[in-house]
């Protein structure tokens, strides 16, 4: 058995390579990813090809080893040269993540060093960082000192996470929860009905309510909505508006509809995911009134503040809502009882193990300074404006309601057809090219996405 051992030792030992291979290794990586960036300015923003990725399985999972210089040039031809290249100048479509490459750096920290971000015991400096990010948020949404929060993958498993702790707060059973009604804009993001099912409220009453003249969220509609369930004895409880839809930009009246909430005890949600860091811009601050009264917020830094996908946040106002709803305690947990300093992420999340996120998001905010991020989003808001307004000075164009972000929407109006069928033919002939044409109020109108300073 101990020849055995040594045997196999030998062998595993192959995991941990000398710091000869190290060195060749990121050579190699660095050189392929700085040759990726270098050629961004003039970067298809999508590549078509006949086998799109398929030769990727010729590079299935076996028992020899591979050199890394085949394994770059497989990755080269069949996944950064295959699809969207959401990194490119010219991509359009949707709100990309930027990746901006001190993230890159501190993921890279983050994995060689391999903290185990999940609970304050474990990872204290980590813990540390992460609600110090959180916290940093919550001061600029304007929450108080009570409020916590989590890094998520993404705004999807943010607004399950808030409604989860709201379906908790609420004390719902399951007995309840067809009497239970939810309610959200006809242009809230679909994640939120996925994290319905997912959070076994598949049962509840979904409500919809109209847009007004400026595709928001009627607070009229909703008020009417929230009586007549009362009187037809159901239980109003959950309320989602957008700081930013996703196809139009537009922002729903938070302030009024957070008056409504708290007079009906509903819990009020607000998915800033593509608009909440445009607080950052001063001229923007009127526009955020009343956001502070929602009782949770979803943001995605991977959205306007240009990192990486797969970086979410979830906000919640009071942190025993969060506690109530995911803390957990196991035997084999035991030594992070009396390590409370500060709040574990696996307490308030459904995560226990997890990425150190943080990493990503600490190192280029520290590195470049809120400045440019702020002159970045400020730069949008102007392009976006511009736009708009050059749009409308050119004949057959119709524009939509005046952009409140850095989304407009316009449409072509042609002199001998239907405008609506028209646009539907453009759509449905373009969407192989990842044209994005949203459907509002049965006009069909197309996209202006500023986030890259793009055109639709």
């Known amino acids: 058995m101990k020849n055995r051992i ?11 390579p000398g710091v000869k291979q190290r060195n060749e290794w990121n050579v190699e990586v660095l050189d392929y990813s700085n040759t990726f960036i270098n050629k961004l300015d003039t970067s298809k923003a999508f590549f078509s090809s006949e086998e799109n990725g398929k030769n990727i399985y010729n590079f299935d999972i076996e028992e020899q080893a591979t050199a890394l210089t085949s394994l770059l040039d497989s990755t080269k031809t069949n996944i950064d040269e295959v699809g969207i290249n959401a990194a490119s100048g010219g991509h359009m479509g949707y709100i990309p993540g930027g990746g901006l490459y001190p993230s890159a750096l501190g ?4 994995a060689v060093h391999n903290r185990y971000a999940g609970v304050f015991f474990a990872a204290p400096g980590a813990v540390r960082l992460e609600n110090m990010l959180i916290r940093w948020m919550c001061r600029l949404m304007g929450y108080p000192n009570n409020a916590a929060g989590n890094l998520t993958s993404g705004g999807s498993i943010a607004n399950l996470v808030a409604l989860v702790t709201a379906r908790e707060a609420h004390n719902l059973k399951a007995r309840n929860f067809d009497k239970s009604v939810i309610y959200l804009s006809e242009q809230a993001h679909h994640s939120i009905l996925k994290a319905i ?6 049962e509840a009453p979904v409500r919809f309510i109209p847009l007004d003249k400026k595709l928001r969220l009627s607070v009229n509609e909703l008020e009417k909505a929230i009586i007549k369930d009362k009187e037809d004895g159901l239980t109003p ?21 957070a008056k409504i909430a708290k007079k009906h005890r509903l819990w009020f949600h607000v998915d800033a995911a593509y608009g909440g860091f445009f607080k950052l811009v001063h001229k923007l601050n009127s526009k955020f009134k009343g956001l502070q009264k929602a009782d949770s917020i979803t943001l995605d830094p991977h959205k306007t503040l240009f990192l990486p996908f797969g970086t979410g946040t979830i906000l919640v106002k009071n942190k025993g809502e969060l ?3 995911y803390q957990y305690l196991a035997d084999y947990m035991q030594d992070t009882i009396d390590a409370d300093e500060e709040i574990s ?3 308030i999340s459904p995560e226990q193990t997890k990425h150190f996120r943080g990493m990503r998001m600490w190192l280029p905010l520290k590195l470049f300074g809120l400045k440019p991020f702020r002159a970045a989003l400020e730069e949008k808001l102007y ?11 050119i004949k057959g164009f119709e524009v939509g309601p005046e952009p409140e ?11 001998d057809k239907n405008a609506d069928s028209f646009n539907k033919k453009i759509d449905s002939g373009y969407s192989k090219r990842w044209t994005h044409i949203p459907i509002i109020n049965d006009h069909q109108w197309n996209l202006l996405d500023t986030d890259r300073g793009s055109i639709i």
């Not at 409880?237 to 509809?257: C, H, L, Q, V």
């Not at 392009?383 to 000075?393: P, S, V």
């Not at 972000?405 to 002199?415: E, K, N, Q, V």
Request: charged share 25%.
């Open 6 to 16: 040594k045997e196999l030792e030998k062998i595993s030992k192959l995991l941990d």
């Open 107 to 110: 993921d890279y920290i983050a």
């Open 197 to 202: 099912r997912i959070s076994g409220l598949s």
């Open 237 to 257: 409880f959950f309320i989602s508006a957008s700081f930013g839809t996703t196809n139009t930009g537009a922002i729903d009246p938070i302030e009024s509809i």
């Open 323 to 325: 506690l109530e709803a």
């Open 345 to 347: 992420p696996a307490d």
């Open 383 to 393: 392009l976006t404006q511009y736009f708009y307004d050059e749009i409308k000075k």
């Open 405 to 415: 972000l850095s989304i407009a929407i316009f449409r072509y109006i042609p002199t």
